[in-house]
């Protein structure tokens, strides 16, 4: 039994650490996938992220900036955003935590020295070293079969690695109107001039044939802040006719991640999309209308954060995941965890990572555990204030629900 706040911090911060985390949305490959997989120093400093920081110290053209190589990149933003200002934006703090872990030491004229440590790396021992670092026991990737790079290696007899889970990603299909149809019809889909319920079944082989090719744990979107459903348009008839019928079939989750607003300055490229205000009312459609389907959500703007929570509170078929894209900031991340935690207890997956760069996760969840540590710390003292028994093993059990179990619980529900 935890007696006082000095034991229920301990507990608190023995559990969190060792708990093996599933990271449930990232942008990570398994190595078989070759390059796509990014790592290392000068990915890591030329995150999309830190272009976007780095262009308001800079007067070169977006062209001369892409012209350059990976390094040129690199050395730049290191210039302008760590030797000419401190690096404390959330972006440039996450390098320094990754360096700073690896044992290297952290320095403003280092950029030499620590490409020379990850030359020395193979990148097998490299997932291998950021795994048992960061805790995280496996992540689901981001998979789009419209990619002919990445289609290429699930058709080229794919080798799996358990630590890299799959999620069909459909954006292409569902923001890409018309044009997709042309490229479903190449691959053998007769999806052109059809009647809508030959093209539907067509599209529902295409998504099954894709979930089960790739063992995908949930299908996956992001969608405009003025994503409607119901809507008069292809993106609703596809939902309806095909997503949500695929996913009740094979009781997987349909993930929604909404409120991008894409290229709102295209010359950043991956760094160039913003946020917007969405619909709440949307996603409690959804849930309504659908109870036997399964809807994970996150959404990018500060101000539906609440009313998602609460729409969570209304639906058991909702699954609220992490603190997506601008809101993986320390100071919204803590908003968002207590208000969360408050309103939904366990049942809430409070973070993914959303990496890109494998290096990533060391830093991502390093500085989220740290705050769900704090919030929990403050929820645990105030019912052991109350007099409530708690014990080491209550805390485990909590941390992993929060860290994957409420997650792949939610994959097991059937609701009929
Ligand atoms: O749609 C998404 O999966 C977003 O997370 C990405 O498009 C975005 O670029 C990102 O990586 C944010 O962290
Ligand atoms: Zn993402």
Same mark, same amino acid.
């Given at each position: 039994?935890?007696?006082?706040?000095?034991?229920?911090?301990?507990?608190?911060?023995?559990?969190?650490?060792?708990?093996?985390?599933?990271?449930?949305?990232?942008?990570?490959?398994?190595?078989?996938?070759?390059?796509?997989?990014?790592?290392?120093?000068?990915? $890591?400093?030329?995150?999309?992220?830190?272009?976007?920081?780095?262009?308001?110290?800079?007067?070169?053209?977006?062209?001369?900036?892409?012209?350059?190589?990976?390094?040129?990149?690199?050395?730049?933003?290191?210039?302008? $955003?760590?030797?000419?200002?401190?690096?404390?934006?959330?972006?440039?703090?996450?390098?320094?935590?990754?360096?700073?872990?690896?044992? $290297?030491?952290?320095?403003?004229?280092?950029?030499?020295?620590?490409?020379?440590?990850?030359?020395?790396?193979?990148?097998?021992?490299?997932?291998?070293?950021?795994?048992?670092?960061?805790?995280?026991?496996?992540?689901?990737?981001?998979?789009?079969?419209?990619?002919?790079?990445?289609?290429?290696?699930?058709?080229?007899?794919?080798?799996?690695?358990?630590?890299?889970?799959?999620?069909?990603?459909?954006?292409?299909?569902?923001?890409?109107?018309?044009?997709?149809?042309?490229?479903?019809?190449?691959?053998?889909?007769?999806?052109?001039?059809?009647?809508?319920?030959?093209?539907?079944?067509?599209?529902?082989?295409?998504?099954?044939?894709?979930?089960?090719?790739?063992?995908?744990?949930?299908?996956?979107?992001?969608?405009?802040?003025?994503?409607?459903?119901?809507?008069?348009?292809?993106?609703?008839?596809?939902?309806?006719?095909?997503?949500?019928?695929?996913?009740?079939?094979?009781?997987?989750?349909?993930?929604?991640?909404?409120?991008?607003?894409?290229?709102?300055?295209?010359?950043?490229?991956?760094?160039?999309?913003?946020?917007?205000?969405?619909?709440?009312?949307?996603?409690?459609?959804?849930?309504?209308?659908?109870?036997?389907?399964?809807?994970?959500?996150?959404?990018?703007?500060?101000?539906?954060?609440?009313?998602?929570?609460?729409?969570?509170?209304?639906?058991?078929?909702?699954?609220?995941?992490?603190?997506?894209?601008?809101?993986?900031?320390?100071?919204?991340?803590?908003?968002?965890?207590?208000?969360?935690?408050?309103?939904?207890?366990?049942?809430?997956?409070?973070?993914?990572?959303?990496?890109?760069? $494998?290096?990533?996760?060391?830093?991502?969840?390093?500085?989220?555990?740290?705050?769900?540590?704090?919030?929990?710390?403050?929820?645990?003292?105030?019912?052991?204030?109350?007099?409530?028994?708690?014990?080491?093993?209550?805390?485990?059990?909590?941390?992993?629900?929060?860290?994957?179990?409420?997650?792949?619980?939610?994959?097991?529900?059937?609701?009929?």
């Amino acid at each position: 039994m935890i007696k006082s706040h000095v034991e229920l911090r301990d507990a608190i911060d023995r559990a969190v650490a060792k708990t093996k985390i599933t990271d449930v949305h990232t942008h990570l490959y398994n190595p078989k996938f070759g390059d796509m997989l990014l790592w290392g120093v000068d990915e $890591l400093v030329t995150y999309h992220y830190l272009i976007a920081e780095v262009f308001r110290h800079v007067d070169i053209s977006y062209d001369d900036f892409w012209a350059m190589d990976k390094e040129g990149q690199s050395d730049l933003i290191w210039q302008k $955003l760590f030797i000419e200002n401190s690096p404390y934006s959330e972006s440039c703090r996450g390098v320094l935590t990754v360096l700073n872990k690896l044992g $290297l030491d952290v320095k403003k004229d280092g950029l030499r020295e620590y490409r020379e440590y990850f030359k020395s790396k193979t990148v097998e021992e490299y997932v291998d070293l950021v795994f048992e670092m960061s805790g995280v026991k496996d992540v689901i990737m981001t998979n789009d079969p419209f990619d002919e790079e990445e289609r290429a290696v699930w058709l080229g007899g794919y080798e799996r690695d358990d630590r890299f889970k799959a999620a069909l990603r459909i954006d292409p299909l569902l923001n890409g109107g018309e044009e997709i149809l042309k490229q479903l019809q190449g691959w053998g889909y007769d999806v052109i001039d059809q009647l809508d319920k030959k093209m539907y079944s067509e599209i529902r082989r295409f998504l099954t044939e894709w979930v089960e090719r790739m063992d995908a744990l949930y299908m996956a979107v992001s969608l405009p802040p003025t994503f409607e459903f119901p809507e008069d348009s292809m993106r609703a008839r596809l939902i309806e006719n095909c997503v949500l019928p695929v996913c009740r079939e094979l009781n997987i989750p349909f993930a929604m991640m909404i409120g991008v607003k894409k290229l709102i300055n295209p010359d950043l490229q991956l760094a160039g999309d913003s946020v917007g205000k969405s619909s709440i009312d949307t996603v409690e459609y959804l849930c309504a209308n659908y109870p036997k389907n399964k809807f994970m959500v996150t959404m990018l703007v500060r101000e539906n954060q609440h009313e998602l929570s609460v729409a969570a509170r209304k639906f058991r078929n909702l699954l609220v995941f992490g603190c997506w894209w601008f809101l993986n900031n320390p100071s919204l991340v803590e908003e968002m965890t207590r208000m969360r935690f408050e309103l939904l207890g366990t049942s809430v997956v409070p973070q993914h990572s959303d990496a890109r760069v $494998l290096d990533q996760l060391i830093y991502k969840w390093e500085h989220s555990k740290r705050i769900i540590a704090d919030v929990l710390y403050d929820k645990y003292k105030d019912i052991l204030d109350t007099g409530w028994d708690l014990t080491q093993e209550d805390i485990q059990r909590d941390v992993d629900k929060l860290f994957g179990k409420s997650f792949w619980e939610f994959l097991d529900r059937d609701f009929k």
